[in-house]
């Protein structure tokens, strides 16, 4: 099935600096990437998603870049705050289902 | 107004024990799918689905097997339970392809094999 690499595994930031998670993927057909946040004891929600015609997505202050030539796309959340605390998971489409990264738990420190 | 439930939300079982999670979803979502997650390993896909009387292996299918006889409803068996497959198991639905839309994952069921 498709690889999906993420890094990094966990990542600490104090509140109100960028966090940034990378994902790559193997499948050159792959088109749609979405981002899952998943906090503690919770259910994996979507967050953001990006499809394979645009470059860039923002919605407030998340943000998602994908580089099709380079099979990566990253997260950015900027001015992190405190509830931003949880694990991110990266995807991308296989086909027929979606396959997941292996998550980065972000810890923002007030 | 429940959108996607799990049953029972945790259990625990013995070794070699038959075990079935069962997942409901009222939006009448084609497709759905079984998550397992374990720290270290993510979200691994076990099976998915995608209409009534029609499933499919994902990458972890050893050990389970899934029915789908009606569209809201996506049972997964362990037929004889291991303690390898102690692990937080999630359904998901979605009312596209499972490859291009929103998942929407129930609360998860939180399974020990002792």
């Known amino acids: 099935g498709e690889n999906v690499e993420q890094h990094p595994s966990t990542l600490s930031v104090q509140e109100g600096d960028s966090a940034v998670i990378k994902c790559t993927y193997s499948?050159?057909?792959?088109?749609?990437f979405p981002w899952y946040k998943q906090e503690l004891g919770k259910r994996p929600q979507l967050i953001i998603d990006?499809?394979?015609?645009?470059g860039e997505k923002k919605d407030q202050r998340i943000a998602v870049t994908l580089n099709k030539t380079a099979k990566h796309f990253s997260l950015h959340i900027t001015e992190t705050q405190p509830e931003d605390s949880a694990v991110y998971f990266c995807?991308?489409?296989?086909?027929?289902?979606?396959?997941f990264g292996k998550g980065t738990s972000l810890l923002v420190t007030p | 107004d429940a959108g996607i439930t799990q049953s029972p939300r945790y259990k625990i079982t013995e070794t070699g024990r038959q075990v079935t999670l069962m997942c409901h979803q009222t939006?009448?979502?084609?497709?759905m799918f079984w998550y397992r997650q374990d720290l270290g390993h993510g979200l691994r896909l076990i099976y998915y689905?995608?209409?009534?009387?029609?499933?499919d292996k994902g990458e972890v299918p050893d050990g389970y097997v899934v029915s789908r006889s009606k569209t809201e409803n996506f049972p997964l068996t362990l037929e004889s339970a291991t303690r390898s497959q102690t692990s937080v198991y999630f359904c998901a639905s979605s009312g596209l392809a499972g490859n291009t839309g929103e998942l929407f994952f129930g609360e998860g069921s939180r399974l020990t094999v002792l």
């Open positions: 689905s995608a209409a009534a009387d029609i499933t």
């Open positions: 990006i499809r394979s015609n645009v």
């Open positions: 499948d050159s057909a792959s088109n749609y």
């Open positions: 995807a991308v489409d296989s086909g027929y289902a979606l396959n």
């Open positions: 939006w009448s979502h084609s497709y």
